[in-house]
T-cell receptor, first 115, second 112 residues
Framework: AQTVTQSQPEMSVQEAETVTLSCTYD???????LFWYKQPPSRQMILVIR??????QNATENRFSVNFQKAAKSFSLKISDSQLGDAAMYFC????????????FGTGTRLQVFP | DTAVSQTPKYLVTQMGNDKSIKCEQN?????MYWYKQDSKKFLKIMFS???????INETVPNRFSPKSPDKAHLNLHINSLELGDSAVYFC???????????FGSGTRLTVV
């Protein structure tokens, strides 16, 4: 069974600085998708960025980018120029490319942003 | 227009009661899900429906029964509520493939 591990329960960053959130996963599949979701205090789950495993190029979305290391099964999220509004829980998630479409989530990292 | 809407947003009820949570999506997605987020914020899938057909049923007590009258709706009925059922329940939808989910805003269920 696939698993997703986020080893940092909490992280903090100062406004305008850069922070990296870690995520590792375990799978025997070659075709899959990875996601980062943000959950602010409003509890809405917001898709931040996604990566297809077959793509070598790292995904980027404005200030958010990933470092996808397929061999190491690592999928970290980098937030550049951090803003107060980035404060939230961040969840890494895995979705199989073959089996049923369930998203498997990590335990989350709470990000605090200090002015 | 809200893409995935859940009602109610908050639900406080007594142990032993039966309650339902409704979910509707207007995105034309073919798959809908129920997830449970516990007090430690861990998210775990409960059920998944594809075009009204149940395709995922994780180890959930049979007091929980999903119903999908059509592919735009997925409701969750819970019988004989217990204290341990207190959690946030999220509905979500997606297209099959490499797309992420679109989540509803969640229903915070508190059983007293």
């Amino acid at each position: 069974a696939q698993t997703v591990t986020q080893s940092q329960p909490e992280m903090s960053v100062q406004e305008a600085e850069t922070v990296t959130l870690s995520c590792t996963y375990d799978t025997s599949e070659s075709d899959y998708y990875l996601f980062w979701y943000k959950q602010p205090p409003s509890r809405q789950m917001i898709l931040v960025i996604r990566q297809e495993a077959y793509k070598q190029q790292n995904a980027t979305e404005n200030r958010f980018s990933v470092n996808f290391q397929k061999a190491a099964k690592s999928f970290s999220l980098k937030i550049s120029d951090s803003q107060l509004g980035d404060a939230a829980m961040y969840f890494c998630a895995y979705r199989s490319g073959w089996e049923t479409d369930k998203l498997i989530f990590g335990t989350g990292t709470r990000l605090q942003v200090f002015p | 227009d809200t893409a995935v809407s859940q009602t109610p947003k908050y639900l406080v009820t007594q142990m032993g009661n039966d309650k339902s949570i409704k979910c509707e999506q207007n995105l034309g997605h073919d798959t809908m899900y129920w997830y449970k987020q516990d007090s430690k914020k861990f998210l775990k899938i409960m059920f998944s429906y594809n075009n009204k057909e149940l395709i995922i049923n994780e180890t959930v007590p049979n007091r929980f029964s999903p119903k999908s009258p059509d592919k735009a709706h997925l409701n969750l009925h819970i019988n004989s509520l217990e204290l341990g059922d207190s959690a946030v329940y999220f509905c979500a939808s997606s297209l099959q493939g490499n797309y992420g989910y679109t989540f509803g805003s969640g229903t915070r269920l508190t059983v007293v």
